[in-house]
């Protein structure tokens, strides 16, 4: 492929000046369409001439052979005399007729023609010739076409018409036919270069938007004219593309963004520590101390990480977990289990109401992990005397295991927005907690093939109630 | 203890030696697998560390032969991976544990110590004592100094675990593992109000606690000092 410029070749990319228009696919097709278009048009046009000319000429011939005909049967009935009085009759009467009556030795009985036309005399073929004629005072010649008759006793009998007229008809008729292939010629080609410079722009248009793009204007769309065609729906198809690789970039860039923010302030404080107690004099205590905290906060960094990990993991579909038929009400047992001293310790009631017979193919380890990261964020929010509920039962989508608590909730606008990396919402920004622990039971159920509700309690009382709903496992 | 680490990273190797040393054991370490192999079936050793990415040798090749040639001495791996395939994989090949880096080195010292000193313990035993605690693990009882303590099922397995690793640090995942089954680690610590509750049920009432937290570590069941 050709670069059309190095400026462009630099980039990669091809765009189509209108200088190389014969170049370009579109006006190639144009120019197909034009030579299909001229080739049945002159089809058209010749079998009209053709057919048209034809029928003139095979009318000029049937009435000669009929009057030729109607002479032979004047001749027999009524002899050589009373064919003479009928040629003289009709060549007084008929002006596109001609006939001429000659004796054997050519000189001329009746007729309205002057001479024999010199063509081959003696046979009863068709003769065309030109012959002298008189209109109006102006001598002309005007073309003729004949027939020989040959009578007893060497007398002949020339019958034929002035064809000047249709020889006239068939050179306009000529004329028009190319007239009218010319037009069509031109037309189409001023169509095709027309219509080809139409699509070009607006594939142009697509280019130039993607040109942009390339440029690092990411908000760069093609235009949409709204008519609908395949252009429109590429553009329509294009921006939608763009739209979802800008959300995924924007999505990537958050929540590098968030990494960059979120880890930065606990490295930070971490190198600040030891800084500030290498400056101090020695005291092996504080220096205990100062590393003890270290520790907890490198731990807790590398938590943060691996969590990160595991949910990068999960999204990949790395993590293709086994799954495996498990019982969903044990395992929301199990784990309420583990939890329930801790609640008791924050001061709430735990209640667990688990059905039986809930199977559900899952990774035991994962969906204990997204349970216990669910009820670890309800003891968390939940104000003392609370309650916190864990339930296992079917739902119309499938198992449904919910963590009901009577906390603050989550307002209906940030639920979605909850659940992705990093986010935490103003009101637990003074707790401790990483931000994963909703996109890490997302992934984890995503990876199940169900899905995460963040939703308001079923008895309308404050609080917030999470779903994860999987798929029921046929029996 | 005698320790032999087959680990390629010698930064960590360095570390895990020294702290290894200063906890009181013997360790020795070799840097690939082919050496680790030689060093593991001429030496002499209670446990043998394996990461399971290694130079040469794979790790659990490694393991594979040490088993395939009758060797039982126990084995901890390392492992960056940490999907639970790869942790079945691990003990699949013959290991006895498996470690997930990064890992505290807490936690690979506590594992160490259960993992050598499982070998002479007898899983046959029907009664566990450590200092006046007794428990019975046929009849379910658990006494203290003739005391009868009721615990439920699951603080039962928790001090049975102690009980079975007395003297010596148990770490949080650690319990999780052996009592919960779970291979992951809480957001927050739900272990510590386990083991109070363990603790008020064995230890109140009683002049000395035997049930301590290690700071920065896990927990002992020990006698006082």
């Known amino acids: 492929m050709r670069r059309c410029c190095t400026r462009c070749a630099a980039r990669g990319t091809v765009s189509v000046p209108r200088s190389k228009l014969l170049r370009t696919s579109t006006f190639r097709l144009a120019l197909i369409y034009l030579a299909l278009f001229t080739v049945s048009a002159l089809c058209v046009l010749g079998f009209v001439y053709w057919n048209t000319a034809g029928f003139i000429a095979k009318q000029t011939d049937e009435t000669i052979r009929a009057e030729i005909t109607g002479l032979g049967e004047q001749y027999r009935v009524t002899g050589l005399t009373g064919l003479t009085a009928v040629v003289i009759e009709r060549s007084r009467n008929q002006r596109e007729s001609l006939y001429l009556l000659t004796t054997a030795d050519g000189r001329p009985l009746a007729g309205n023609l002057d001479s024999m036309p010199p063509a081959p005399a003696g046979t009863a073929g068709w003769i065309d010739f030109a012959y002298g004629r008189t209109v109006g005072g102006v001598d002309l010649e005007h073309q003729a076409r004949a027939r020989l008759l040959l009578l007893p006793g060497g007398f002949r009998l020339l019958v034929g018409r002035d064809v000047e007229a249709r020889q006239l008809f068939q050179r306009r008729l000529r004329e028009t036919v190319l007239w009218a292939l010319a037009l069509t010629v031109a037309f189409g080609l001023a169509g095709g270069v027309l219509m080809s410079r139409r699509l070009l722009r607006r594939v142009e248009t697509v280019n130039a938007a993607a040109r942009g793009i390339m440029a690092g204007d990411l908000t760069r769309r093609v235009a949409i004219r709204g008519s609908g065609d395949e252009l429109d729906q590429l553009a329509v198809n294009v921006n939608a593309m763009l739209d979802r690789i800008e959300q995924l970039l924007d999505a990537m860039r958050q929540v590098t963004d968030n990494i960059a923010h979120d880890l930065r302030g606990p490295l930070h404080r971490l190198r600040t520590r030891l800084e500030v107690t290498l400056a101090q004099p020695e005291d092996p205590q504080a220096c205990r101390a100062a590393l003890e905290d270290t520790v907890a906060e490198a731990e807790a960094l590398l938590n943060t990480f691996n969590a990160l990990l595991l949910i990068a993991e999960l999204d990949a579909g790395a993590q293709s977990a086994q799954l495996v038929p498990l019982d969903f009400g044990a395992l929301a047992r199990d784990v309420a289990e583990l939890y329930a001293p801790l609640a008791e310790d924050h001061g709430l009631a735990l209640t667990v109401e688990t059905a039986d017979g809930l199977t559900v193919a899952g990774e035991r380890h994962l969906l204990s992990q997204a349970l216990s990261n669910l009820l670890d964020n309800a003891i968390k929010y939940t104000p003392r005397g609370g309650e916190v509920c864990v339930a296992a039962r079917r739902g119309a989508q499938g198992c449904e295991l919910s963590v009901t608590d009577s906390g603050p909730g989550i307002p209906a606008a940030d639920r979605e927005r909850v659940q992705d990396r990093f986010v935490r919402l103003e009101a637990s920004r003074h707790r401790t907690g990483s931000g994963l622990g909703l996109s890490l039971v997302r992934a984890v159920v995503r990876v199940h093939g169900g899905a995460l509700r963040l939703e308001d309690r079923e008895d309308g009382t404050a609080g917030l109630r999470a779903v994860v709903v999987l798929p029921a496992r046929p029996r | ?225």
């Open chain 2, 1 to 225: 203890m005698r320790v032999l680490i087959v680990e390629d990273d010698a930064d960590v190797v360095r570390y895990m030696v020294k702290g290894l040393r200063e906890s009181g054991m013997v360790a020795d370490h070799a840097v690939d697998g082919e050496d680790g192999l030689r060093m593991a079936t001429t030496g002499s050793y209670d446990v043998i560390v394996v990461d399971r990415m290694l130079p040469g040798l794979d790790g659990l090749e490694l393991v594979r032969r040490l088993r395939a040639g009758g060797m039982a001495t126990p084995v901890l791996f390392l492992s960056a991976l940490g999907k639970v395939d790869d942790r079945v994989a691990g003990l699949r090949a013959g290991g006895d544990d498996y470690l997930v880096k990064p890992f505290a080195f807490s936690e690979l010292l506590a594992r160490i110590e259960a993992l050598g000193r499982r070998r002479g313990a007898l899983d046959t035993q029907s009664k566990l004592v450590v200092n006046g605690l007794e428990m019975d693990l046929l009849s379910r009882e658990v006494t203290r100094a003739g005391t009868r303590i009721d615990l439920q099922p699951r603080e039962f397995t928790m001090l049975e675990y102690l009980m079975r690793h007395a003297g010596q640090v148990v770490t949080r995942t650690m319990l999780l593992e052996h009592v919960w089954e779970y291979h992951f680690d809480p957001q927050t610590n739900v272990i510590d109000v386990h083991i109070s509750r363990l603790r008020a049920k064995i230890d109140r009432g009683f002049d000395a606690p035997l049930l301590h937290t290690v700071r920065g570590a896990g927990y002992c069941l020990r006698a006082p000092v």
